[in-house]
């Protein structure tokens, strides 16, 4: 199997769906990996992503890529690492229960390295399948030392635009990057604007120009990431789960897995600024504020509105990413506001996160729902008016 | 004028093609009416019999509430369908029923509009052409769409062996609109 890289490919921008379209929220999802250059997918069906394997398969072929059916999550995952090493851009998709299974290779992604994307378009089960309720196992789901950076798409739209960001952000930081998508805007279908190719900000990793006796696999700068070199090429490295030095030898002196995971860890963590993203809606005289993330941000920009007719100032403060937490923003609507409403499709979970930023400069109240569908703005709006009276 | 957002809901059983004349009615909306979309669905797990559901919001601007908890248009393609979905219309929305297959209107609505879509389609020789005769139907009833326009999404869309049937059952719900002068502007 020949791996291609998207910088090579002579016909990229033909593979750009240019235009208007009237899509599938999966199949954006698609568009938007195929528009950063992915070409290796491989993966195992599961209710609500299937969609987006189904459209991987037709459209990898056209882009000189490769699509491989796993026979499970846990293949597809290591496939994944493969694929990557080599110098391919790669992306899986499962859903929640298919997200258990690939822990042990996402946890050895996490460590060697391997710039992967995963969508997990996260479900219930039952009639309807909505749901956040794993936005920690997003987080935690490995053993290990590491950071995970998840971001989360509201729209079409931006389960275009998001997964872009999704691959810049992997192959920046050397690092998985989870795209959080649930069955709602998975399952749905919108206006979506895909632009021209040359409009497209990609940002591949960075080659190592060494020689590979000169190589040092995992040599890099103290919160940075190494230089990259494909496998097959001469570069000859193990990529080891177990503690490793620079020259890619595992090592069990407690100096220098201490030295790794300082690294694989402040790699993400003094990049924050770099990586955070949110948006605010209405904040600007807002004296209480929704925080909320993903398509949960729509009926709280409505609740909000309609919160607003009724003489209530809210506003709304709409995160991008979850992890790394965006603490920065929150801590400032914190100390300007004088009450949070923490909306989200569980029972209760980033709430620990956004009550911890804001320590204590104002309430945090926990607006909840799991029963497989999303907020109505009506529920989002009565339980503001509960809390505001 | 029409007022927009305009929520609709499609329902049915399934195999009709409920959903289908949902995604169509939306893509023309984005695709060729400069309009935003939002299309949802919800379905049984039968390939075919099972209660099937299409909510579309159609706007002037972006939509954020991808659910409408009441609908100003409700078309219900089948009696058990009708029956579950009525209570989502608003008591001043407009009702679109096939009255061959919805018999016993329980719940009176006073801007309800007939359209014999599945005698309409076997009469054009095909009555899996029922739904493409209600997207003609709808389109000409909401005002938002040309029909060359629509029978442009209709030829993308459609397996080509049935792109003659449905567009003719296309203009011959856009000629039952027109001809009984059924016209939605709420």
Redesign the interface.
Known sequence: MSIIRANQLDAWEKCVDTG???MLGNYALVEGAISAGCNFFAGYPITPANEISERMSQRLPQVGGKFVQGEDELCSVFALAGASLAGAKVMTATASAGFNYMQEGLGYCYTIEAPIVIADVMRTRG??FATYADVYQLRYGCSGDYEAIVVCPASVQELYDYTIWAFNLAEKYRNPVIVMSEA??A?????LEIPTAEKIELFNRKYTTAAPADYLPFGAPENGCPDFAPLGKGYKTIYSLNPHNEKGGIDWDPDEFERLYKRVCGKIRENEDDICRTESFMMDDAEYAIVTYG?ET??S??AAQMARESGIKVGVLKLCNIWPVPEKAIREVAGNVTKIFAVEMNMGRYVNEITRVAGGKCPVVSVTKNRG??H???EIFRAIREETK | MLQYPQKISLCGFGGQGIILTAVMLGTAAVTKGGLYAVQTQSYGSEARGGQCQAELIIDKSPINSPVAEKKNLLVAMFQTAYEKYITTLSPDGVLVIDPQLVTDLSVPVEHTFAIPATQIAVDLGNRMAANMVVLGFLSECLGILQENDLIDVVKTQVNPRFVELNIKAVQAGIAYAKEHDLYYHG
């Not at chain 1, 399952?187 to 206006?191: G, V």
Request: neutral net charge; without cysteine.
């Open positions: 208007v379209h009237f009639d309807n709602t805007i399952l749905m279908r919108e206006r398509s729509r009926p920009i409505e569908q999303i109505t703005s009506a």
